[in-house]
């Protein structure tokens, strides 16, 4: 079953909420106070990011979560585990954003935590290599990875064989590769569904991020050009479907939740992929949101309770 219907005053200025402009106004006025944020060497902004230092709010540490490695494919790969409140009814496989050049597990602290004690689900986040230093294909590889060693570990680390996958950003769009991979490459369909928040489905750039323009919301046209630039700068072409998952074939895939904000650059992504999806024949539900920002789910406002209040809802009833 899908759920498709686009109302088209969600992206109407009227229907964007005050708190949630305050929001986006706040965004944009730290971001713009800055000459050039790709001035500052990566490693110091992912330091500050994990300081708390960042565009995003960084929750304090949650007493669920647990560190660990696992096998990969270029040597050991993180992942953050977290436990819910008696014995788990799933696993969530959960990739994070960043533009394949920044982000962590720990810094989705808030979001991982809570699905862990709302949905009862115990939750594993991998840290995947990062570019530039570590660029395509080595992101969806650790992914892949980490999916199979969850496949064949969950039973008896969880007690369950139930799975679901999500990412925001960039991890959405490593969640649908890895979903393909698996599919392709082992014969595998573990994962029963998908919560998919404002990925990057489209590598060439869809016209909703090359008009977007200068306007620092969290992401400009400029900086998702940088984080392709970094993540393809030895191997992988944008038209290449394990690197624009819209362009792969999609049937067989699990029912998946989109999310989206109105005012989020990749818009146009969420609305191309939520319609593939739907056409390739698996259960879609789509959620705009007006006037959200880029993974506007992060950030405080009654947008973001609402989403999150959905994915609680998606999760737990998978």
């Known amino acids: 079953m899908s759920k498709l219907v686009l109302d088209p005053a969600v992206f109407a200025d009227a229907a964007i909420a005050p708190d949630t402009r305050m929001v986006n106004d706040a965004i944009v006025k730290v971001l713009s106070a800055i000459p050039d944020r790709w001035a500052t060497p990566l490693p110091e902004i992912r330091a500050a990011r994990l300081a708390g230092k960042g565009v995003f709010p960084l929750a304090p540490e949650s007493p669920r979560a647990t560190a660990e490695t696992i096998p990969g494919p270029r040597g050991p790969v993180p ?177 998946a939740l989109f999310i989206v904000g109105g005012r989020d650059p990749l818009v146009d992504d969420t609305l191309f992929m939520a319609n593939a999806w739907a056409a390739a024949g698996n259960g879609t539900e789509l959620e705009v949101y007006p006037g959200g920002c880029h993974v506007f789910i992060a950030f405080p406002g009654t947008i973001a309770d609402q989403a999150l209040k959905r994915i609680d809802g998606y999760l737990a009833e998978f």
């Not at 998919?196 to 620092?216: E, F, M």
């Open 79 to 255: 992942v953050r585990i977290y436990k819910p409140d008696g014995a788990p009814k799933g696993v969530y496989f959960h990739i994070h954003g960043g533009g394949w050049t920044l982000g962590s597990a720990r810094e989705n602290e808030a979001l991982l935590d809570r699905i862990a004690a709302n949905c009862g689900l115990a939750v594993v986040s991998v840290d995947y290599a990062l570019a530039p230093e570590v660029p395509y294909p080595a992101g969806p590889d650790d992914c892949e990875a980490a999916a199979l060693w969850l496949v064949k570990e969950a039973k008896a680390r969880f007690g369950t064989e139930r799975f679901a996958i999500g990412g925001e950003s960039g991890g959405a769009t490593l969640a649908v590769a890895t979903l393909v991979r698996l599919r392709d490459r082992h014969g595998l369909t573990p994962f029963s569904a998908a919560v998919l928040t404002a990925g990057c489905y489209d590598l060439r750039l869809t016209p909703s991020v090359r008009n977007w323009g200068d306007l620092p919301l969290v992401l400009n046209t400029r900086d998702i050009q940088f984080f392709v630039d970094n993540y393809l700068r030895l191997e992988g072409k944008a038209d290449d479907p394990d690197v624009s998952p819209l362009l792969a074939r999609l049937k067989g895939l699990p029912k």
